[in-house]
T-cell receptor, first 114, second 111 residues
Framework: AQSVTQPDIHITVSEGASLELRCNYSYGATPYLFWYVQSPGQGLQLLLKYFSGDTLVQGIKGFEAEFKRSQSSFNLRKPSVHWSDAAEYFCAVGFNSGYSTLTFGKGTMLLVSP | NAGVTQTPKFRVLKTGQSMTLLCAQDMNHEYMYWYRQDPGMGLRLIHYSVGEGTTAKGEVPDGYNVSRLKKQNFLLGLESAAPSQTSVYFC??????????FGQGTRLTVV
């Protein structure tokens, strides 16, 4: 079965510093990949997605992610974090076969210090 | 354009009571999903549907039933609520093999 690992449960970053959130998936097929963000008490908002093509994808709010097939990874990055980025971030993976559904990681909570 | 709408937003049930959560989407999506979110567990798929009149089990289906009588609606039922079903429930919809759009969630407490 497919699985998604987000190794960091919590990350604290100083405002203005760079950010990288890690995501690894396991499955043999070609994946399509997503990052979602969830603010407290809210639903999930899509940050960015990868289906094919350029392995570096740009998203909203200044985020980007890079798909590395050899490492089965899809890490999320932002060059300069703002206090408003404090939220929980979820990586999700699906596959372009049959009735594939999205599988989510357990999330990484981002805390931003002044 | 409302997207995905869930009702109710909050509910408190007593153990053994039943209830139905309603999800409606106005994007003409084929796929609809019900997830539950618990602290430290991420989102886990309960049931999903790939089209009107079809449903399938997800990762954690026990204690829940679903129905998709109309393409735009996906109902999640709890026949006999248990404290273990205290959670935040999210409905989502999508086209096949694309991103999912989420509702705002239903916070359910079973006492």
């Amino acid at each position: 079965a497919q699985s998604v690992t987000q190794p960091d449960i919590h990350i604290t970053v100083s405002e203005g510093a760079s950010l990288e959130l890690r995501c690894n998936y396991s499955y043999g097929a070609t994946p399509y990949l997503f990052w979602y963000v969830q603010s407290p008490g809210q639903g999930l908002q899509l940050l960015l997605k990868y289906f094919s093509g350029d392995t570096l994808v740009q998203g909203i709010k200044g985020f980007e992610a890079e798909f590395k097939r050899s490492q089965s990874s899809f890490n999320l990055r932002k060059p300069s974090v703002h206090w408003s980025d404090a939220a929980e971030y979820f990586c999700a993976v699906g596959f372009n076969s049959g009735y594939s559904t999205l599988t989510f990681g357990k999330g990484t909570m981002l805390l931003v210090s002044p | 354009n409302a997207g995905v709408t869930q009702t109710p937003k909050f509910r408190v049930l007593k153990t053994g009571q039943s209830m139905t959560l309603l999800c409606a989407q106005d994007m003409n999506h084929e796929y609809m999903y019900w997830y539950r979110q618990d602290p430290g567990m991420g989102l886990r798929l309960i049931h999903y549907s790939v089209g009107e009149g079809t449903t399938a089990k997800g990762e954690v289906p026990d204690g829940y039933n679903v129905s998709r009588l109309k393409k735009q609606n996906f109902l999640l039922g709890l026949e006999s609520a248990a404290p273990s079903q205290t959670s935040v429930y999210f409905c989502a919809s999508s086209w096949a093999h694309t991103e999912a759009f989420f509702g705002q969630g239903t916070r359910l407490t079973v006492v």
